[in-house]
């Protein structure tokens, strides 16, 4: 199992473990709500009984013993209501709406009554009164604000660790993506500083070798200088990491066609190459750009492999981007992986270190402003991968 793949799965297992924390707060909280709901209901019907006592009873000292009970023990916002829903009583509710209608002086809010009454009947069946002359009244009632609390305290509590997690993991990766871009930027100046010494002897010993040998061997010559032009631009590009470049307006094909020219003989013969599309501009550095044509283009050579093969490159564009489609005829890419090969480290290679894609998304996000990504491909059959630029008018 490769250590992506292993990520994923200790993601998964970290998010099966959050939402079985989640789904026994749940659980539990819901048992303690069906318990408060029980207990809810007898207080409704001890307020019930006690209020049908009361209209029933003429002992004083009772009297007041039923009051006392309805005021110690049942504290939950209840109504009794006639069977025209004409409100008869009322306990808990909010008494800045509920003073005397009676009384011109306090303020008093039909409907208030109504909306209540209307949450009482949809929350709960009310408790039936049947008192002596015959006639039946109705407890109307609604969970107490403890109750409504404690049900929607699951939800809130998932909801805080929830943004509480994304805070962390964003300020995590922020922190990881800081750290990798020291390092990467680090390595990539140190290996700038350590060719620059090298490459300097290697022009030498080349002009050395041209006065010598220059009418015999012109063309190799040349060829050899190519390379070392190569290595310096090689080093120009990572000394340029971690600095914003300059970019400038170019013609994009131009720049892909010089590019496969030198590229194309260096590769083996049985890969063909092929550069279409428009004369379009955009704003570029070239070094930088020519990485990211020269990773892709090595990405295709290796999915090609030994056989015969064709990449082909195509520039196009539209009112605001210029797009250029790398296409081959390698082996392909699940679409499972179309995410992952551009993540550091990610290669099927055996001796590959997986950073010419990552490093590839970089140049084109962080310095070109663009995009990068596998446009289409299918195992077996190729691959199309999609760099996405802003278009220089």
Not at 246 to 259: C, D, I, P, Y
């Amino acid at each position: 199992m490769d250590v992506y793949s292993q990520k994923r799965r200790w993601k998964l297992l970290l998010l099966l473990f959050a939402l079985s924390i989640g789904a026994m707060s749940l659980v539990y909280t819901n048992y303690l709500v069906g318990s408060m709901a029980v207990s809810e209901r007898r207080n409704a019907e001890l307020w019930a009984l006690s209020t049908k006592l009361k209209i029933e009873m003429e002992d004083e000292h009772f009297l007041d013993f039923l009051t006392e009970i309805q005021n110690k023990y049942t504290q939950i916002p209840a109504i009794i209501a006639d069977s025209h829903d004409k409100i008869l009583a009322y306990k808990e509710l909010d008494s800045l709406k509920t003073n005397n209608p009676n009384d011109k002086s306090k303020h008093y809010d039909p409907a208030y009554f109504r909306e209540q009454l209307k949450i009482m009947k949809e929350q709960h069946t009310p408790i039936i009164i049947s008192i002596g002359s015959g006639d039946e009244l109705y407890v109307f009632y609604k969970d107490s604000q403890l109750l409504t609390s404690l049900k929607y305290y699951p939800y809130r509590q998932l909801t805080g660790i929830t943004v509480f997690l994304i805070l962390a993991y964003l300020a995590f990766s922020s922190s990881r993506r800081s750290e990798q871009n020291q390092v990467w930027v680090g390595m990539a100046k140190e290996t700038a500083h350590q060719l620059g010494t090298p490459i300097s002897s290697i022009m030498a010993w080349i002009e050395i070798l041209k006065e010598k040998y220059g009418e015999k061997d012109e063309e190799l010559l040349d060829e050899m200088e190519n390379d070392v032009t190569r290595l310096q631009i090689i080093a120009d590009r990572f000394s340029k990491i971690g600095s914003a470049p300059v970019l400038e307006k170019h013609n994009v094909k131009e720049v892909v066609r010089n590019f496969i020219d030198y590229l194309e003989k260096r590769i083996s013969k049985k890969i063909k190459f092929e550069v279409k599309g428009e004369p379009v501009n955009a704003e570029l550095s070239v070094p930088l750009f020519e990485w990211v044509i020269e990773n892709l283009c090595k990405n295709a050579v290796n999915a090609i492999g030994t056989s015969e093969g064709k990449i082909s490159l195509n520039v196009s564009q539209n009112k605001t981007h210029v797009y250029i489609d790398i296409s081959d005829t390698g082996t392909g890419i699940p679409k499972s992986k179309f995410e992952t090969v551009f993540q550091p480290g990610y290669t099927t290679r055996k001796r590959g270190w997986g950073l010419g894609l990552s490093l590839t998304r970089r140049i084109v996000e962080n310095y070109h402003k663009g995009q990068v990504y596998v446009k289409d491909s299918e195992l077996g059959k190729g691959t199309t991968f999609r760099v996405v630029l802003n278009a220089g008018h």
